[in-house]
């Protein structure tokens, strides 16, 4: 993890006491295929064994290599986290929004009634990173679209008892971040060192999964089995999840919830609405090049 981030140690935080604890329910290794122009992605979320985790529409952590990656294309009706892990991404959308985003940096797009956008590496080499794909309600499924971004340096982050937390969204060790969740979700990055132990309260009543990056670790009970690299954890409902690091390396995942929607969710490709008329909708609507795509005409990415 970035050394510049915005540490916090903290000193007088207790561990909370986790009087449901999750367990695993499931368990999904996320397997290879190939997205975009070229690009290997390891998709969990939003396979056939794991189509769906109300709010959660997809997850996928990608490898990208010029001249591979993610041009020109469109959503509608939820939003997209990326979070880079190793080099840098260049996003570039038709209302004129262009940027790069490099390690440790986090994009929180809201894609609303309309966007189109590229994702392409920023240099040479190999770029690791995640996209994950947030539902949004139907109250919102039209709203204009919106970006909050921030640098690893200004991504708050806790130290504590061998654990290093960076706080996407949500709170861990009695520090909260700066990003505003529509559908109300929590997103941690944790790395644990080995012998370590952790306690993280989640909000009963939401949908919460891990993603193990690198590492192994133990999850829900201290005697469950060791899951490994790249697989997704379901945890069931309760007040929170308890994990061990009992290998001898850092373990690191990302631990992701939040607050069911219990909307229908149609979806084809880029567009995720809750009927089909809506999707046809917004299939002539991005054809026509209206209602919410008008500067999609005639746009076309620059780098």
Not at 126 to 143: C, E, F, P, R, Y
Not at 188 to 199: I, K, V, W, Y
Not at 221 to 243: C, F, N, P, Q, R
Request: net charge neutral.
């Amino acid at each position: 993890m970035s050394s510049t981030s915005t540490a916090h140690i903290a000193v007088h935080h207790e561990n909370p006491q986790i009087l449901k604890p999750r367990t695993v329910v499931k368990k999904v290794l996320a397997k290879q295929q190939q997205e975009g122009a070229g690009a290997i992605v390891r998709r969990s979320i939003g396979r056939p064994d794991l189509k769906t985790l109300d709010p959660f529409l997809l997850l996928d952590y990608a490898t990208v290599s010029p001249p591979a990656g993610f041009p020109d294309h469109p959503h509608r009706g939820f939003e997209t986290v990326s979070y880079v892990l190793e080099g840098a991404i260049t996003h570039e959308d038709f209302a004129g929004h262009k940027g790069t985003i490099g390690a440790g940096d986090l994009q929180w797009m809201t894609a609303g009634r309309g966007i189109i956008h590229s994702e392409m590496p920023a240099g040479d080499g190999v770029n690791k990173g995640l996209q994950l794909w947030v539902n949004l309600s139907s109250k919102d499924k039209m709203i204009e679209p919106n970006y909050q971004e921030l640098q690893s340096k200004d991504i708050n982050r806790v130290q504590k008892d061998g654990i290093d937390v960076r706080i996407i969204a949500g709170e861990a060790f009695g520090v909260r971040s700066p990003i505003y969740t529509r559908t109300p979700t929590m997103f941690l990055d944790f790395a644990m060192n080995p012998g370590s132990q952790l306690h993280q309260p989640i909000t009963e009543g939401w949908n919460a999964f891990v993603y193990i990056i690198e590492g192994e670790g133990v999850f829900g009970h201290e005697s469950s089995s060791t899951a490994l690299s790249h697989h997704t954890l379901i945890l069931s409902d309760g007040d929170g999840v308890k994990a061990w690091n009992k290998s001898r390396r850092s373990l690191r995942f990302l631990l992701i919830a939040g607050q069911p929607l219990n909307e229908p969710v149609v979806q084809y490709g880029p567009f995720v609405m809750n009927t089909l008329e809506e999707i046809e909708q917004a299939f002539e609507d991005y054809r026509l090049c209206k209602n919410g795509f008008e500067k999609a005409r005639n746009w076309k990415r620059r780098a």
